[in-house]
């Protein structure tokens, strides 16, 4: 079946940086693009911005430029997504999503927890 | 950028209610419109796209409408199940902005 699988929890200090993982199955990875969304604690949903692992081309929200990175490794049908110089309001679920063509995010991880305390 | 307001932010109602979720977006977006259900502790679950186009799977309760700028998400008859956040979205380019959440309980 189609899914998603995302890393583990992780726990960083301010300033550091972290890199979750997707994986994806059940599907041809390179055909669909692949979005990140986070949700931080107790609040809504925030779209953080996507990348097309066929190309490698990304898209970012602008609040995020310049400290987020996606990236992807289609020998293993895996994406990532890297934030830097983390700060406390970046603890957050983060998930991965796949776009269905014209369709919005119809695929999700499971959600990774990321804990930015000093 | 497009900004996705949603109303109510939070709503109660009885089982068997009909109940409506509208979502506006800050200047048209054709029907570039999909809408989420999140239950408390779970993963966001995409229950229609195009405005209305409602995915497979989802109970025949749920509905959408609109187009444009003005889009609603209609619960016919509420059920203990339906106890959630919903969220709208946009996809019609980046950045693909979500409303701010409508939360649904039973009264």
């Known amino acids: 079946q189609v899914q998603l699988v995302q890393s583990g929890a992780e726990v960083k200090k301010p300033g550091a940086s972290v890199k979750v993982s997707c994986k994806a199955s059940?599907?041809?990875?390179?055909?669909?693009?692949m979005h990140w969304v986070r949700q931080a604690p107790g609040q809504g949903l925030e779209w953080m911005g996507w990348?097309?692992?066929?190309?490698?081309?990304?898209k970012y929200a602008q609040k995020f430029q310049g400290r987020v990175t996606m990236t992807r490794d289609t020998s293993i049908s895996t994406a990532y997504m890297e934030v830097s110089r983390l700060r406390s309001d970046d603890t957050a679920l983060y998930f991965c999503?796949?776009?269905?063509?014209?369709?919005?995010?119809?695929?999700w991880g499971q959600g990774t927890t990321v804990t930015v305390s000093s | 950028d497009i900004q996705m307001t949603q109303s109510p932010s939070s709503l109660s109602a009885s089982v068997g209610d009909r109940i409506t979720i509208t979502c506006r977006a800050s200047?048209?977006?054709?029907?570039?419109l999909a809408w989420y259900q999140q239950k408390p502790g779970k993963v966001p679950n995409l229950l229609i796209s195009?405005?209305?186009t409602l995915q497979s799977g989802v109970p025949s309760r749920f509905s959408g409408s609109g187009s444009g700028t003005d889009f609603t998400l209609t619960i016919s008859s509420l059920q203990p199940e339906d106890v959630a956040t919903y969220y709208c979205?946009?996809?019609?380019?980046?950045?693909?902005?979500f409303g701010q959440g409508t939360k649904l309980e039973i009264k």
């Open positions: 999503a796949r776009e269905k063509p014209g369709d919005g995010l119809d695929v």
């Open positions: 059940g599907y041809s990875f390179t055909d669909y693009y």
């Open positions: 990348i097309n692992p066929n190309s490698g081309g990304t």
């Open positions: 200047q048209g977006i054709s029907n570039y």
């Open positions: 195009a405005a209305s």
């Open positions: 979205q946009k996809y019609n380019g980046a950045p693909y902005t």
